[in-house]
């Protein structure tokens, strides 16, 4: 742990009080404001996510009219392309409504939110343009289809502007079983109720039911049906999660569901299940309108449902922001304040306990110290109280010391003087004695030297001489490794000789297997010559057939196209096959010559070998001439050798002598040193003591 404190401790003990108080702050703000910016970014985000819901679902609810629009506007164009020519007016009226609405949707979709779906938006309008113009000269079933593209284009438009706002991935389960009601849902429930309406009326005006009709409705209706058992179950969950959901969401429920089954049953009892229709095409096309606005109304409540739950949501987590931000405000405020008092309590404590050891300091320790806190600063100021006493006791008996040690200097003086004039006296008589063994040591160095450097002269010689004995002996081996060498490079050569001799076996067996292919290749290409002839024969006696023959013609002309690729493939065949058998002649010639090469490559290598030979016979001559060199170096070498080692005693026994001379003159030396230290030491003793006489004196102690 005190490692780890230590870099801390060394930057703390570095700074003053108010640094060390605004460093820490610091520090303490930093994590808190890391965690209010958290927290308010992260509640901020949700409160983006509630604007850009908000803007989804208002941007789905303008979307739903323009689809309920589509679909009317498609069960009257069916009706009226199938012989219902009294809805001419009320079709103009709906595509005038249409052009309304999509006027107003341009307005409304903002790129900036929503770049997708704005692309999705031109689609539409494209799509719708495209249908208006043409619808009228389409046929019946085709006008329904293209309006059940347009009318799925839209679905796909709410359900894009729900993923780029972020409604269909809300972590709220109310809300996301709600904007399942708006986006999938209801729209699904309400454009299956079209697609009946619009069929229906259809059916009826014509006064027939088509098979394809029939099975469109059919499959209507059993989506229908699957349709309202998802809205139950997303109601009822809607139910459970939310407390104080709208009574009336629920009861329109029940009567979008009642309204859409009976529109299912006279579905099945006028046109499905009947051979001759009795209901006229208004009154159905009426009763699908009904059912349809019913679904819308529910529409309607779910909308403002999730609206009103976005609102209540909103306004709480705008509610939690502020009380938080109000708490921390507080708590900061607080804690600032405890933060100032603390800082003026050490301050002051500091301040009071820096007066008084200023005023220690300067000689003056007859005061008291007082602290006004209980910390550990407290401690500090009892400390320094203890610190009073002590000096007060010290300096006191200080005073008494000073006295008797400045009488004392003063004897001790005299006395240096005296020994020190007597040990120079001593010191010039060693000296003379040292100067005459200094002489007689550097004559005796200099022989000594003399020998040591012809010994080593020789000494060189015979390493020398062992050396080239052993670069010799080296130079040798190494002739004699070459040797080797080259007897296994003739080894290797005569191997690559007997491969290439195998190689160009191979590639003569390789040229003749190839002939062989070509052959081969020759009839391949001859029956697919007789292919086409009999291909062509056929197709002959297929014409002549007539009717009768026409599927054996047809396969005639397969087998003589398949003729014609097997003999254009049998061509591409053979131009490989020439190739490589070109590139067999250029392999067998290359090997040729690496024959003639390797044949070469043999007589240079006996060449070699022979070269290497005599010169491993000459090195060995050389090599015993010189071994007999470095023996007769080697003994000159040990006889200098005794020769030094001789000189060397005598050196050593001067040097000896020499140095107990010098030993005695450096005693002396030393001896008179010392005494002149002591003598300065004894002047200074004195000037410490009428100092410490001087300072002791300036200090007011307590009686």
């Known amino acids: 742990m005190k490692k780890l404190l230590k870099p801390f401790v060394v930057l703390v003990s570095k700074m003053k009080y108010s640094m060390k108080f605004a460093v820490v702050s610091l520090l303490f703000l930093i994590p808190i404001a890391i965690l209010l910016y958290t927290f308010i970014s992260a509640n901020m985000a949700e409160l983006r996510e509630n604007v850009d819901e908000h803007y989804g679902i208002e941007r789905v609810a303008e979307v739903m009219p323009l689809m309920l629009q589509v679909q009317q506007h498609r069960g009257l164009m069916n009706g009226y392309l199938n012989g219902n020519k009294s809805a001419q007016s009320t079709i103009e009226a709906s595509q005038a409504e249409i052009a309304d609405t999509i006027s107003q949707l341009n307005q409304q979709l903002e790129a900036s939110k929503t770049p997708v779906s704005l692309e999705k938006w031109e689609e539409v309008q494209e799509t719708w343009e495209a249908l208006r113009s043409s619808s009228g000269a389409m046929k019946p079933d085709e006008n329904f289809k293209q309006h059940s593209l347009l009318i799925e284009n839209i679905r796909q438009l709410m359900m894009s502007i729900s993923d780029e706002t972020g409604l269909s991935l809300s972590s709220d389960i109310s809300n996301y079983y709600l904007m399942n009601m708006l986006v999938k849902e209801l729209p699904q429930l309400i454009e299956n109720s079209a697609v009946i309406r619009g069929l229906g009326n259809g059916a009826l005006s014509s006064g027939q039911l088509a098979d394809d009709t029939r099975i469109e409705l059919l499959l209507a209706e059993a989506q229908t049906y699957t349709a309202l058992e998802s809205l139950e179950k997303s109601l009822a969950n809607v139910i459970r999660e939310t407390d104080s959901l709208d009574e009336g969401l629920a009861l329109k429920a029940e009567a979008a569901v009642k309204s859409t089954k009976s529109y299912l049953s006279l579905l099945d009892l006028e046109i499905l299940d009947v051979e001759s229709f009795t209901v006229r095409p208004e009154e159905f096309f009426d009763f699908g309108s009904a059912t349809i606005q019913v679904a819308n109304e529910l529409y309607g409540l779910s909308y403002n449902e999730l609206n009103r739950l976005l609102d209540h949501q909103r306004s709480t987590l705008q509610t939690y922001i502020s009380y938080m931000m109000i708490m921390t405000i507080a ?123 012809m010994s080593l002269g020789v000494s060189r010689i015979a390493e020398a001489a062992s050396e080239v004995s052993d670069v010799a002996i080296q130079a040798s081996e190494s002739a004699a490794q070459g040797d080797e060498q080259l007897a296994e490079t003739v080894q290797q050569m005569k191997s690559i000789k007997q491969t290439q001799e195998q190689s160009a076996q191979v590639i003569a067996k390789l040229d003749d297997h190839s002939a062989e292919i070509g052959k081969i290749i020759q009839a391949v290409m001859a029956i ?145 040193a010392s005494m002149e230290e002591i003598q300065a030491s004894s002047e200074e003793l004195r000037d410490m003591s009428q100092q410490l006489q001087e300072d002791l004196s300036k200090f007011k102690l307590k009686a």
């Open 331 to 453: 708590v900061l405020i607080v804690v600032i304040l405890f933060y100032t008092a603390f800082y003026s309590n050490v301050i002051d404590t500091v301040r009071t306990l820096k007066i008084r050891a200023e005023e220690m300091a300067s000689g003056d320790f007859s005061k008291d110290i007082r602290v006004n806190t209980k910390d550990e600063l407290s401690d500090v100021s009892q400390a320094m109280i203890l610190m009073q006493q002590d000096m007060n006791r010290i300096f006191g008996q200080n005073q008494q010391i000073s006295d008797r040690t400045a009488a004392s200097s003063e004897e001790l003086m005299a006395i240096s003087q005296e020994s020190t004039q007597a040990m120079q006296q001593i010191a010039a008589s060693v000296q003379d004695v040292s100067e005459g063994t200094d002489l007689q040591q550097r004559t005796i160095g200099e022989v000594s030297t003399a020998m040591n450097e």
């Open 528 to 672: 697919a010559q007789q292919t086409k002839l009999l291909s062509l024969n056929a197709n002959i006696e297929a014409s002549r057939a007539g009717e009768a023959g026409r599927g054996f013609s047809v396969v005639a002309k397969e087998i003589g196209k398949l003729a014609e690729e097997t003999a254009q493939s049998g061509q591409v065949i053979s131009g490989l096959l020439n190739d490589i058998r070109g590139l067999v002649e250029e392999a067998v010639a290359a090997m040729l010559k690496m024959q003639q090469e390797t044949d070469q490559g043999m007589d240079t290598i006996d060449k070699s070998k022979r070269m290497i030979d005599r010169i491993l016979e000459n090195i060995q001559v050389v090599s015993e001439q010189i071994q007999e060199v470095s023996a007769s170096s080697e003994e000159l070498s040990a006889e200098m050798e005794e020769v030094t080692a001789s000189i060397a005693e005598v050196a050593l026994i001067s040097e000896k002598t020499s140095g107990e001379a010098g030993t005695m003159a450096a005693a002396a030396q030393q001896q008179l």
